[in-house]
Nanobody, 122 residues
């Protein structure tokens, strides 16, 4: 019913910048929270940054001050501006969203994108 598609991943030099975007589509009534998560080989998926209520943000300590999350006015797109990238930022980055498909909280469900590879070279 709901699909999330990421874009913007690729190869970047250490110290450089990259911007990821995620577009949500489908049977969307409202999007309560969107965020970015990352997973390196052999490790679990961890939260990178989230945004709720259009302005409330939360960042992992490892990216605070370097990454910025934002959401479009349309509430169906979220971006992650990544600056001062480090090799340890290398991972598959996933977009996630808490989406309502109806007017009640009982319709709320978390959806995931397919992931996009980010590789930072030293």
């Amino acid at each position: 019913q709901v699909q999330l598609v990421e874009s913007g991943g690729g190869l970047v030099q250490a110290g450089g910048s990259l911007r990821l975007s995620c577009a949500a589509s489908g049977s969307i009534f409202s999007i309560d929270r969107m965020g970015w998560y990352r997973q390196a080989p052999g490790k679990q998926r961890d939260m990178v940054a989230t945004i709720a209520s259009g302005i409330v943000t939360n960042y992992a300590d490892s990216v605070k001050g370097r990454f910025t999350i934002s959401r479009d006015i349309t509430k169906n797109t979220v971006s992650l501006q990544m600056n001062s990238l480090k090799p340890e930022d290398t991972a598959v980055y996933y977009c996630g969203a808490l989406v309502r498909t109806g007017p009640t909280s009982q319709t709320s469900r978390h959806y995931w994108g397919q992931g996009t590879q980010v590789t930072v070279s030293s």
